[in-house]
């Protein structure tokens, strides 16, 4: 049975996914802040035989990922999914969303990166020993077009575009790094959906980007380690 780590795992992308992989006959490690209250993981892990655990976690508090690594000690992991991620206290199609020149606020700065780059770093490094177990040996992390300086043509959203960029820029030194012990490593735009994060006025529905995803996991192969890839199989310019 593989097995899936997915940040995030109670809401919004990180739950559709964690719905799809436990369909899928998975061994799913769901992470979020607060799995006590997370009352749709509750019900999603009724008949599941044990294939779904929850798990404790802030991505933002490196003891926490600590203990999570801790915790999975000698468990593979195939498939590493950081979904979990911050956008700022207002949407972008919201008034004041667009984090236009001038209205930083460098409290909102250092959450979006603490969420954004150094979240996905640590997880990497608590859990690489993990993967390299595994069989599939992926590593995914959800970026955004937005992190795309090629294809910047809007401006603007200064302190979410400059972690996604970030992020970008540690994934493909990753891809570099562990492309010899066989590590698929991946940035994944997907797409601008309709969750809390993405706002009403997004392109399109969460079960479109997740299925996409999932797809696109699945079919990884160590060719595609280093690509900036899109929910639908295309690829985004660096």
């Not at 993981?41 to 044990?50: K, M, Y």
């Not at 490094?125 to 992390?141: G, M, W």
Request: hydrophobic share 40%; glycine share 12%.
């Amino acid at each position: 049975m593989p097995s899936i780590l997915i940040t995030g795992a109670n809401r919004g992308l990180g739950f559709g996914l964690t719905k799809l992989y436990v369909a899928d006959g998975w061994r799913v490690f769901a992470c979020c802040r607060d799995p006590d209250n997370a009352a749709e993981l509750s019900a999603l892990s009724e008949g599941c035989d044990g294939s779904l655990t929850f798990h404790r976690l802030d991505v933002e508090d490196h003891t926490s990922i600590d203990a999570l690594a801790a915790s999975l000690k000698g468990e593979p992991i195939d498939v590493l999914l950081n979904v979990a991620g911050y956008y700022g206290k207002i949407i972008v199609t919201e008034p004041g969303g667009f984090q236009k020149f001038g209205t930083s606020d460098y409290s909102e700065w250092d959450k979006t990166m603490r969420v954004n780059v150094y979240g996905p770093m640590k997880m990497a490094e608590a859990l690489i020993e993990n993967v390299l177990a595994s069989d599939q040996k992926k590593l995914v992390t959800l970026s955004s077009i937005i992190g795309s300086i090629g294809g910047n043509n809007l401006g603007g959203i200064y302190p979410y575009r400059a972690s996604k960029a970030a992020v970008n820029a540690i994934i493909k030194s990753m891809a570099v790094d562990f492309k010899e012990k066989g590590v698929t490593v991946i940035p994944m735009h997907p797409g601008w959906v309709r969750t809390d994060m993405g706002g009403p006025a997004a392109d399109i529905d969460a079960d479109t980007s997740t299925a996409g995803m999932k797809k696109v996991i699945d079919g990884l192969t160590l060719a595609d380690t280093g690509k900036y890839m899109v929910y639908d199989g295309s690829e985004l310019p660096w």
